[in-house]
């Protein structure tokens, strides 16, 4: 199945860039955290303090995805 990846902020710069499609064997976002930090090894160990949604709503990392669905990880943001 295809889905589509949006990356926000420190792990944009991490990747080197804003979105992308991927073909994932299917699973939870926590299979999909693996894949992503094998794909792109500077996001190696860097995602435990992420949240990720899916097609814009946050999901728990044990969340199943579906074809098509959209996942955006959103690090953490701090400001004053």
């Known amino acids: ?6 990356y926000f902020a ?3 710069d991490l990747v080197g860039k804003d979105e992308e499609r991927i073909d994932f064997g299917g699973g939870t976002i926590a ?3 693996v ?13 435990g303090s992420v949240r990720f949604a899916r097609n814009e709503e946050f999901a ?8 098509g669905d959209v996942v955006a990880l959103i ?3 701090a400001g004053g």
């Open 31 to 33: 299979d999909l955290s």
């Open 60 to 67: 728990q990392i044990a969340g199943a995805l579906g074809a």
């Open 1 to 6: 199945m295809t889905l589509t990846i949006l």
């Open 75 to 77: 690090p953490p943001v």
């Open 10 to 12: 420190a792990v944009r």
């Open 35 to 47: 894949q992503l930090q094998a794909r792109h090894p500077s996001l190696a160990g860097r995602l």
